[in-house]
């Protein structure tokens, strides 16, 4: 079974709330938290997660992101997913 929006969205809470104490890790879930605010959700045909990582990698280069950023942001989505 697929995850849905919302679980998605608890599971942010839950680690944003763990991250307080590691803030290296909160731009990777801010960064994710706003890509997935911005998600048509009627327009996703696979997962989620893959809307996400395709949403997220897309920005990228745009937003001039270093590739360790690049790796931790893919990473992070990879673990959500499962």
């Known amino acids: 079974m697929s ?12 680690l944003e709330q763990s991250a307080l104490e590691h803030p290296e890790q909160l731009f990777p879930l801010s960064y994710i938290r706003s890509h997935l605010d911005l998600l048509n959700l009627d327009e996703i045909n696979g997962s989620i997660f893959e809307a996400l990582a395709q949403a997220v990698s897309s920005t990228f280069d745009a937003d001039r ?18």
């Open 3 to 14: 995850k849905t929006y919302q679980e998605l969205s608890d599971a942010l809470d839950q």
């Open 65 to 82: 992101m270093s590739e360790q950023d690049r790796i931790d942001i893919l990473a992070l989505i990879e673990r959500l997913a499962h």
